[in-house]
């Protein structure tokens, strides 16, 4: 357990903001498998301002995701501090945060996301002006660098906390590299000991014992999952059982991930209409398919399902047939 702010996170395993990802359907049927914190994909100031009818949907919560993380993302002081004021007055959401990590170019170029990292000036100016006109905590998802050149961690999280920012969840990758190589948790220790803030380590946590490790390693308060969760919400759960019972609990079966993929579409339909979710949903079942064995034909027949009995059938199709060929094994055997 931890604080941000004075809000209480029940366990150190945090759901990372993922773009296009992290709506609420998807975060709700995390937190349910037991994530301390879950964080909403960034939305852009501007469009928070704009009234975007897309963005405000996006800014849907449900009280059960509690307590949740909402991030914004944008790089001029007046605006970020307007949607940070409409975030804190306007929705339930309990943490304000602030995406500077993210690497994608139509990002940077607006002198958003990852592009603060080569200014520990701004990041202060930016952060104080968010934090000095909002309630809600204000906490920062940065990565270590924008290159191995340009590696400010220290002095952007130090920023960070002078400008009155309540915690720090950080990437182990520069800006360069993308979602590439290694993430160095070096860095992530060298933060963690230079401020007094929570810091929440992100990057290369694929298993539950990754998550111990980057715990032990580098002392962070939390550990921050994403691609690692994707289809698999039993990732969540296996760490958080590992973390606090030292419990490897073992892998979910084929029909235990087909009906969490089940209720996540329904979420999903709920939230978007069956048109729209379904076309979502492709790329989740994917993930959800992921590891399975003899799952390439089903993955790619997802992908042609427009409705949601399609994609039920289908996936009640592969099940049974899953099933059916471990009950022949078994029997052979």
């Known amino acids: 357990m ?26 709700l049927t995390v937190k349910e498998f037991g994530a301390g914190l879950v964080c909403a994909e960034m939305v852009s100031d501007k469009a928070i301002l704009f009234k975007n009818a897309k963005t405000m949907n996006m ?11 909402l991030q914004i993302f944008g790089g001029e002081k007046e605006t970020l501090v307007e949607a940070a004021k409409f975030v804190d007055k306007h929705t339930t959401a309990d943490i304000i945060d602030i995406n500077m990590g993210c690497p994608v170019p139509k990002i940077t170029k607006c002198d958003a996301g990852a592009k603060w990292l080569l200014d520990p000036n701004k990041i202060y100016d930016m952060v104080s002006a968010v934090a000095s006109e909002v309630d809600k905590p204000v906490t920062v998802k940065m990565r270590i660098g924008w290159d191995d050149e340009h590696i400010f961690a220290v002095d952007n999280a130090r920023a960070v906390e002078a400008a009155g920012g309540k915690a720090i969840a950080l990437h182990g990758r520069t800006r360069v590299q993308m979602y590439e190589g290694t993430a160095n948790w070096d860095i992530i220790k060298e933060v963690k000991q230079s401020v007094g803030i929570p810091v929440m380590g992100n990057g290369d946590v694929q298993t539950p014992q990754d998550a111990k490790r980057m715990l032990d390693e580098t002392g962070v308060d939390g550990v921050m999952i994403g691609r690692a969760a994707l289809g698999n919400p039993w990732m969540i759960y ?18 235990d991930k087909m009906d969490v993929c089940k209720l996540h579409l329904d979420r999903l339909i709920a939230l978007k209409g069956e048109n729209v979710a379904v076309r979502e949903m492709r790329k989740h079942a994917a993930w959800y398919l992921k590891g399975t064995r003899g799952n390439a034909t089903v993955r790619n027949s997802v992908n042609d399902c427009n409705t949601r009995n399609d994609m039920v059938s289908l996936l009640d199709e592969f099940v049974l047939e899953i099933e059916a060929k471990q009950q022949s094994n078994a029997q052979a055997g």
């Open 2 to 27: 931890f604080h941000i702010g004075d809000i209480e996170i029940k366990n150190k395993v945090v759901l990372a903001p993922m773009a296009g990802v992290c709506n609420s359907a998807f975060r």
């Open 59 to 69: 800014l849907y919560i449900d009280e059960r995701e509690k307590p949740l993380s």
């Open 238 to 255: 296996r760490t958080v059982q590992y973390l606090e019972h030292g419990k490897l609990i073992d892998e979910p079966s084929v029909r």
